[in-house]
Every structure is written in structure tokens, then in C-alpha cells.
């Protein structure tokens, strides 16, 4: 199996690409017209510097990538049966996949460079010799989680993002520890929170394309997994604000194929000297990542396996007593004991990076656990997600549910979705599972929102397009995190996440990325 590797951004350098614009004249016209410059102009003189400005990086680097790839199949080099691009190289292997022409890559990496070009104020660090564990504990010693790992190159050259002036913090306490650091020549906090409002305007950029099927593996960045196509346009705007996450992607690759079978683009090898450093490194057995999960009412255990299918994230499902394995134990109905059970399932499990998930109901009870967590002064989890749910300021649609009488009580469950069919078919089952819903409902009914100050926590929520919450309902979430909220809307009712697992593991793995 062969595979390429596509350089990104720091690659670049006056003078690159001039044999090939004048091998590859048709493409190169086609460029020059689609940015309205010179571009073999621009990379031969760099007037004022520009080759280094993000809006014209991006757009050069594109189109001789792309142009060194046609120009070694032209020269008998094979296709690729595996592409991997680091950031921006991440759209010319996907352009050599063919999930669009040459001239729709240029036209989608020249509005990313420009939206990305737009968010001032931040700065980046290199940060070498040491592990990402060990990063990540020496941030929360001095108190600086506000920054982002924005590359994780190979074990042991990373890269934090953030604002300017944390980083000046970052580049001060890292030195002091004798761990080696490098400010980067750029003008953004690329690949961090910081870019989100150049990820959502670029997703909604995305709506205006289709992209045709892929003929060879593309590893995405974000995910280091092979793209799901029908994420593509999901996945490429999410990875504006996502890790760079080459090293795990490097692995994956490395699975599959040797390194005498991979070959760098272009002349600067960094990408192949990384990978020769990753492959003589021993994969450490790194503990996955947690995601705890909080049932809808009437839930169990099973509710999300359909998420735990589609990750690699250690899925694990706080159970409520009454329901699934703990069927034996006592309904509860009082949120603030659930929330004392769920806690009390998680308190010696925070050993490792871990975020919340919650649908419905249990939505409300991971933002109330949440809280309690930091009640107790327990390690924050990396990010809150919930799906199905208002903010919870705002008083549930389903408060008054389980007073309906039992005729009313399962047509109404019917018209929500979710039920089995063949469950309305046996009349003992039916009342079996009446008592655990109505006890789950009779505990959204009691939910009192807290009077406490936001969550330090970043929040990502979910909806189905068909459901009854409005952009305002959803968007009410954002009172409860001194951080950016993240809002997606799915096709579909309610149980819209049915549909959508690998879409939602997507989520929830870039979760840890921010």
C-alpha cells in the first residue's frame, strides 16, 4: 500500500513552484484568474513579505502541492492508496482523492485563508521534548487549560494555541521548567477555540458545495481516522478550530503501510522526517479519553451503543438505579439525588481527560452534575454536550408529562419517538416501563435551575431540525459557560441522534481537541 503526504502551512518559501507553473501552464491560468493576482509572480518576489500572510499562504502552498502531486504521477509515481495532509496539505489530499477538482480546492482554501487571516490577538508555541501528559499537567499546575494543543506533531514536538498574552504566560513557565520552546511567525491562534467563528462561517460557506466520492483513504486531522464522506464538509470546518492530531494519524497510517512506502510532496521533507521519528518511537498506551453519558428518560446502558460503535473514545453510561443492570434498585425522582448517584459512578474515574454527555433529560442532569463536580472541586471535564434539550434556564416542555393519565401519558411518548413498536403489543411490558418513564419524567418535572455563576466549561449542543426548540431555546445554553457555544443542527425529530452516531463521535472526539 502507498501513501502521500501533503506539507501545510511553514512550508512555504520564496521561489517555490517556478519549474512547475511553467511545466503545468493551464493550471497555473486557472490559479492566477480564481485569486485575481500573479501567483508565480507572488512566490518568486514575495513583495512586502505576502507569501507569509495567511490569505496568501494558504492559496500558494494549495496549488504547487497540488501541482507536485500532478507533476509525479505524470512522472510514473503511483496515486496513493493513503492521503494525509498536515492542516491545509489536508485539502490537496483530498483533492488527489477527488472529492473535488482542482479549481473548487483553491476556491475552499482561499476562503479559509481568509476567514482564519481575520482572527487577530492570538499567537502559537512550539513545544518540544516533552509528552503531551506531560504538557497538559504542567497547564493545569499554573493554571493555563485556557490554552489549546492545536498540533500534536509527533511525542515529543507539540504546538499551544491560544491568546497572545497566555502564551507569553506559557513560553515564560515552560522555560523556567527547562522545557524548550519556540514562538511561531504567525498572527492567529490557528487551530484553537479561537477560531470558531472562522469554523461556523466557513461551515455555512460549505452548504454551497458537493463533494463527489473518494477513490483512496483520506486521514482526516481532526479525527486521525479516514474521512467519512458523508462528514466531509463537516469535518474540514471543524478542523479549523480542532488539534492537529498528526501523530495519532501518522500511527493509523503506519498500521497500514511502511515508511519506504510513503513519499512527501514537494522538497522540504519535514512531514517524512516526522514520520521517521514516529515510526521509531514505540506507541505509547495512552488511556483513551472518557465519555460519560447520561440516558434520556427511560435509557440504560444501551442507550449509546450505537456511539460507542463509532469511537475511540472509552464510552461508559452512568446508570440511573431502576433502570438497565441496576433494575433491582429504587426508582429516584429527585434530580439532586440522581445527580449524587451519578456522581458518586464517576468521582474515582477522572483519572484521564474526560467530557459529559447528555440527551433529553439527561441533559439537564450532566449540566447539574456539571456543576456538582465543581461543587466538590473535582478535576473539570474538557467539554459538556448535550443533544435534545433547551438550555436549561428555560423551563422543560416536558415538566407536566408525567401527569398525564396512561392513555395520554404513551400517545403522547409515541408522538416524541423512540418507543419500540412492538413494545405497544404486550401490555405487561408496557406497564413495566411506565414506572421507570414516569419516575424519569416526574424528575424533569422537579428540575429547578441552579443560581450559580457559569461553567467554566466549554458547551456543545445538538438538535434535530423537526424538533420544537427554536434557535433561541438552543442557544440559551450559552448562559450557562463563560466560554463560545458550539451549536449543530441535525436532520430528524427528537431521537435524531439514532441517525446521527457518527456525526455525534465526530463531536465528541473533537471535544478534546479545544
Not at 493551464?26 to 500573479?38: H, I
Not at 515564560?172 to 472562522?198: I, T
Not at 469535518?235 to 480542532?242: D, R, V
Not at 429516584?332 to 454527555?357: E, S, W
Amino acid at each position: 500500500m502507498s501513501a502521500v503526504l501533503f506539507p501545510g502551512q511553514g512550508s512555504q518559501r520564496p521561489g517555490m513552484g517556478a519549474e512547475l507553473f511553467e511545466r503545468h501552464p493551464e493550471l497555473t491560468a486557472c490559479a492566477c484568474d480564481v485569486l485575481g493576482y500573479d501567483l508565480p509572480e507572488l512566490c518568486a518576489r514575495n513583495p512586502d513579505g505576502r507569501l507569509d500572510d495567511t490569505r496568501c499562504t494558504q492559496p500558494a502552498l494549495y496549488v504547487v502541492n497540488a501541482l507536485s502531486y500532478v507533476d509525479s504521477l505524470e512522472r510514473g509515481a503511483p496515486a496513493g492508496d493513503y492521503l494525509l495532509g498536515h492542516s491545509l496539505g489536508e485539502y490537496n489530499a483530498l483533492h488527489a482523492a477527488g472529492a473535488f477538482d482542482f479549481e473548487t480546492g483553491l476556491k475552499l482554501v482561499l476562503k479559509r485563508g481568509e476567514l482564519m487571516s481575520r482572527a487577530g490577538g492570538g499567537a502559537m508555541l512550539a513545544v518540544l521534548g516533552t509528552s503531551r501528559a506531560e504538557l497538559r499537567a504542567l497547564l493545569v499546575e499554573h493554571g493555563l487549560t485556557d490554552l489549546d494543543l492545536a498540533n500534536i506533531n509527533t511525542d515529543a514536538q507539540l504546538v499551544l494555541s491560544g491568546e497572545r498574552e497566555r502564551i507569553e504566560r506559557a513560553q515564560q513557565v515552560l522555560g523556567e521548567q527547562d522545557v524548550r520552546v519556540a514562538r511561531l511567525k504567525v498572527s492567529a491562534a490557528f487551530h484553537s477555540r479561537h477560531m470558531a467563528p472562522a469554523r461556523d462561517e466557513f461551515a455555512a460557506f460549505l452548504k454551497g458545495f458537493r463533494f463527489a466520492p473518494l477513490r483512496a483513504t483520506v486521514i482526516a486531522n481532526l479525527t486521525a481516522r479516514p474521512y467519512a464522506e458523508r462528514d466531509l464538509a463537516a469535518t474540514l470546518s471543524e478542523q479549523i478550530a480542532g488539534s492537529v492530531r498528526w501523530l495519532d494519524s501518522v500511527r493509523y497510517l503506519l498500521r497500514h503501510t511502511g515508511l519506504d512506502d510513503c513519499r512527501e510532496v514537494g522538497d522540504t521533507q519535514v512531514l517524512t522526517r516526522m514520520v521517521r521519528q514516529i515510526e521509531a518511537t514505540p506507541e505509547a498506551a495512552e488511556p483513551r479519553p472518557r465519555l460519560f453519558c447520561v440516558a434520556y428518560a427511560g435509557g440504560d446502558e444501551r442507550a449509546y451503543a450505537g456511539l460507542a460503535e463509532h469511537t475511540d473514545l472509552d464510552v461508559a453510561v452512568l446508570e440511573r438505579p431502576g433502570h438497565g443492570a441496576r433494575i433491582s434498585e429504587p426508582l429516584l425522582t429527585d434530580p439532586g439525588a440522581i445527580v449524587d448517584d451519578l456522581l458518586a459512578q464517576l468521582r474515582d474515574r477522572l483519572d484521564r481527560p474526560y467530557a459529559l454527555y447528555g440527551h433529553s433529560l439527561g441533559a439537564r442532569l450532566a449540566f447539574l452534575l456539571c456543576h456538582r463536580i465543581r461543587e466538590e472541586g473535582l478535576p473539570a471535564p474538557a467539554h459538556l454536550i448535550v443533544s435534545g434539550e433547551s438550555g436549561p434556564s428555560i423551563p422543560s416542555r416536558e415538566r407536566d408529562t408525567w401527569r398525564l393519565p396512561t392513555a395520554e401519558f404513551w400517545a403522547h411518548l409515541d408522538r416524541l419517538g423512540g418507543l419500540p413498536a412492538e413494545l405497544r403489543e404486550h401490555a405487561d411490558l408496557m406497564a413495566f416501563y411506565e414506572r421507570i418513564l414516569r419516575a424519569d419524567f416526574t424528575a424533569l418535572g422537579a428540575y429547578r435551575h441552579p443560581r450559580v455563576p457559569p461553567l467554566d466549561v466549554p458547551i456543545t449542543a445538538l438538535s434535530g431540525e423537526d424538533e420544537w426548540f427554536t434557535e433561541d431555546d438552543v442557544g440559551a445554553w450559552q448562559r450557562e459557560s463563560t466560554r463560545p457555544l458550539r451549536t449543530h443542527r441535525f436532520p430528524g425529530g427528537h431521537f435524531f441522534i439514532r441517525e446521527q452516531w457518527p456525526a455525534l463521535a465526530r463531536i465528541a472526539g473533537s471535544a478534546f481537541a479545544a
